[in-house]
């Protein structure tokens, strides 16, 4: 059964780009709270600071999002051809 390539690359964006969110919405109301995931996601996407503000917030998020999709379109892409 081959996996829907448009479809798993948006169900791995929206979730990638939901968990940034949540854990920097998290970290805003909690200050202190994921801070670690966030400075390490700080380190992979440039342009993205580790700061309590929701444009950082919103910034990462779509980020996540435009990543999960092509990390997505690459597994499901890669499973269709290794089946």
């Keep these: 059964m081959d996996l829907n390539i448009k479809s ?3 169900a ?3 979730l990638w780009g939901a968990a940034i969110l949540l854990v920097g919405l998290g970290n805003i109301m909690f200050p202190g709270y994921g801070s670690a995931f966030l400075k390490m996601i700080a380190s ?3 342009g993205y600071i580790h700061d309590a503000s929701y444009m950082q917030v ?3 998020a779509g980020y ?3 990543d999960g ?3 997505g379109a690459i597994f499901a892409w890669l499973y ?3 089946l």
């Design 8 to 10: 798993f690359a948006l």
């Design 12 to 14: 791995a964006g929206i």
């Design 44 to 46: 992979i996407y440039p």
């Design 58 to 60: 919103l910034f990462g």
């Design 64 to 66: 996540g999002f435009v």
């Design 69 to 71: 999709i092509i990390g």
């Design 80 to 82: 269709n051809r290794l």
